[in-house]
């Protein structure tokens, strides 16, 4: 298991205004044992939004701040990379702590996935992850550290714990995941144009209109053959100071 998910293809996104951060991630996650090949991320900063609006990307209507487009534009090229190579790939964003043992967990958590759409392996703590426990009933679950400091993301990864495989409802933080090529063609179609469609997130909770690719994705999880590994093997601090997105906060706020 171990052997056949170091064949599949690997992909960091950084920018190259932030060469600090790829630094970062390669130095944190040396032990791991992957070979992850950066990907240049689409800075959305230098987005044309009228461009994009004709290619089909977003619609005229959306309300996305820049970085959040520049995100989801990132993650879109390489499912259509996945697509293109027939191959699953993973994804890791540029400030992901992997734990010690990813290899493993991650292999063995793809063993039992089978025929996976996607399957994320961490998700951001300041908001709730609804996974499915049984048919019919679904689980919300929120979190007591929503910004893990240095020490508490240097004790993430040292941790051993054998993670569960749940059906995925709804989350936020696409850190690290691997995605199949019929998820990524699923997704693609799901998910742009990026619009401002309202996010049922789970049931009781009150809508939200899609602000960035995550709102889009928790529109798709329950049409898809989509899980999440709970507890996490990937972790990102989602410091908001130092986002390249404009942050979930600032999203909500928009």
């Given at each position: ?123 951001n703590t300041d908001h709730p992850v609804c996974a499915g426990l049984f048919p019919g009933c679904d689980g919300l679950v929120s979190f007591s550290l929503p910004y893990p ?106």
């Amino acid at each position: 298991m171990i052997a056949a998910l170091k064949t599949l293809p690997a992909f960091v996104i950084s920018l190259s205004r932030t060469p600090a951060r790829l630094a970062a991630f390669r130095t944190l996650n040396a032990q791991i044992g992957l070979d992850i090949e950066h990907f240049e991320g689409t800075d959305g900063q230098r987005i044309q939004l009228h461009k994009l609006v004709k290619w089909g990307k977003i619609t005229e209507t959306a309300n996305y701040k820049p970085g959040m487009i520049g995100s989801a534009l990132s993650h879109g090229a390489l499912w259509e990379k996945a697509v293109e190579i027939g191959s699953p790939i993973l994804v890791f964003e540029d400030d992901v702590r992997l734990r010690r043992d990813f290899v493993a967990q991650a292999a063995a958590l793809l063993a039992e996935a089978g025929d996976f759409d996607i399957v994320m392996f961490g998700f951001n703590t300041d908001h709730p992850v609804c996974a499915g426990l049984f048919p019919g009933c679904d689980g919300l679950v929120s979190f007591s550290l929503p910004y893990p400091k240095p020490e508490q993301m240097e004790a993430f990864a040292g941790a051993t714990e054998r993670p569960a495989l749940l059906p995925l409802r709804g989350m936020f933080g696409g850190c690290a995941y691997a995605i199949s090529p019929k998820g990524a063609a699923a997704l693609l179609k799901a998910c742009f144009p990026l619009d401002s469609r309202p996010v049922q997130f789970s049931e009781g909770m009150r809508p939200f209109p899609a602000f960035s690719l995550n709102g889009m994705m928790n529109t798709a999880y329950r049409k898809l053959d989509a899980y999440i590994a709970f507890p996490p093997i990937a972790l990102s601090p989602n410091d908001q100071k130092a986002t390249t997105t404009g942050g979930i906060a600032a999203g909500m706020k928009a």
